[in-house]
């Protein structure tokens, strides 16, 4: 558990075996030359940094404020947002499903960790956890309350288990008082949360919340 | 198959607990990083395809899948897959780095344009075919319970329950067959499931969306 106790004496901690093991295919891969260790920073440079929710923050905002890119992106997400720049790998067929007052989305994947990472970048931790997977298909209702999420009782809950290649976005509905926000000011409302359906988009009052 | 990795609707998984947005980071430790990018560049030498990949994680003692952490699953994954490809041997996986193994084919190693390139393009799963689709919107459809020891990706929860065809998503890579290293379409469907039917009575208001390939479906009637 070398993370529970990372606070002061990180660098002097041993290695741990999992650490040393994969060090050690590290190693035996570039040796052997299956692999490059420049790719190997260039894929993580690539997930940790560039491709991220910022992205899916960018695409929502402009269906916001864009009939005309709204209408694209519900008919065909994958080149609606190839025309933002976003594509590739794990966004090859990729689809928007729309909150309304009396629907709401919720996205898991119950077989392994399917994400569309092309708008979201890779998924977070619980994203992947088993109680997560299998609650959120039987129980939707009370995950989206471990999340801080209430809805009317009488509205909908669609929840999309993505068993094949077919990636899913949800377009969370836009807040009440944002009728004059530019498109850049309402990307600061779009959580990543919002865009798997567990929470909502951020009020006007809750904006500076990301950046925290 | 059965194993840990099918868990929808299973109980007793605990509260999610879920970190904060703000706080968390993309990867929690080194090793994530490095087991993520070594799976990512491995599969770039095209020996596996995502669905061997799947299986490679799924193939372990139940618990242990669910007892793993995520990035656990895919060193096992991938370690699994390059002993079973021939890339590097389990006395290579047991020795330390500073014994070089031997490499019996010569495989590129894509530079980190390529790779790149590789990642923006991604692997689009349609298929082309001839043949009609079986069923059409508003079909109601049984989902057939799984014979397969293999891989598959039609989950247990869905077994053995009607659902309606609601969208026609064309002919995609079958997975089934895929994790075998055969390449086939078969028709994609996406199946709307009533929560009343899944799991209770106390289910309404909910709806669950799964998109099944046509070997997995049997017609139920209209």
């Known amino acids: 558990m070398p993370h529970d106790h990372h606070h002061n004496h990180e660098h002097t901690e041993p290695p741990s075996d999992l650490e040393l093991r994969v060090k050690a295919l590290e190693s035996l891969l570039v040796e052997k030359g299956l692999v490059k260790t420049e790719t190997l920073n260039a894929i993580i440079e690539t997930y940790e940094h560039k491709v991220g929710p910022r992205n899916g923050a960018h695409v929502v905002a402009k269906a916001w404020t864009d009939p005309g890119f709204k209408q694209a992106l519900i008919k065909d997400a994958t080149e609606a947002v190839a025309s933002l720049g976003y594509c590739g790998r794990q966004g090859e067929h990729l689809e928007v499903v729309e909150n309304t007052n009396d629907t709401h989305n919720l996205v898991v994947c119950t077989l392994c960790s399917c994400y569309p990472w092309t708008v979201l970048g890779l998924p977070p931790a619980w994203y992947k956890s088993a109680p997560y997977r299998s609650r959120a298909v039987s129980d939707p209702r009370a995950v989206l309350k471990e999340f801080g999420t209430q809805l009317d009782e009488k509205s909908v809950i669609r929840v999309w288990d993505s068993t094949s290649e077919m990636r899913y976005l949800v377009l969370p509905q836009r807040p009440q008082g944002t009728e004059n926000w530019s498109e850049q000011d309402l990307q600061q409302l779009v959580s990543r949360n919002s865009m798997i359906g567990v929470e909502l988009a951020r009020s006007p009052e809750q904006k500076g919340e990301g950046d925290k | ?222």
């Not at chain 2, 298929?127 to 598959?152: C, W, Y």
């Not at chain 2, 026609?168 to 028709?187: I, M, Q, R, T, Y």
Request: net charge negative.
């Open chain 2, 1 to 222: 198959m059965k194993g840990g990795h099918d868990l929808g609707g299973q109980l007793e998984m605990g509260p999610i607990n879920p970190e904060p947005e703000s706080q968390e980071p993309v990867f929690h430790a080194d090793w994530e990083r490095r087991v993520f990018a070594l799976t990512l560049a491995t599969g770039m030498l095209g020996k596996w395809n995502i669905d061997e990949s799947r299986h490679a994680r799924e193939r372990q003692d139940p618990l242990a899948y669910v007892q793993n952490s995520y990035y656990e699953n895919w060193l096992e994954g991938l370690e699994k897959l390059l002993v079973e490809k021939g890339l590097v041997s389990i006395e290579e996986l047991g020795l330390t780095a500073n014994t070089p193994g031997q490499t019996t084919e010569s495989l590129l190693a894509p530079n980190p344009q390529i790779a790149q390139e590789i990642l923006s393009f991604g692997a689009h799963s349609i298929i082309k075919t001839d043949n009609e689709p079986l069923f059409g919107n508003g079909d109601s459809v049984l989902v057939r319970a799984s014979q397969t020891a293999g891989h598959t990706r039609v989950p247990k929860y869905a077994q053995g329950v009607i659902g309606t065809v609601v969208a026609k998503l064309g002919c995609h890579s079958f997975p089934d067959s895929n994790a075998l290293g055969v390449h086939e379409g078969k028709f994609l469907y996406r199946v709307a499931f009533s929560g009343v039917d899944l799991w209770d009575h106390s289910s309404t208001q909910t709806e669950v969306l799964i998109d099944l390939w046509e070997p997995y479906l049997d017609g139920a009637g209209n």
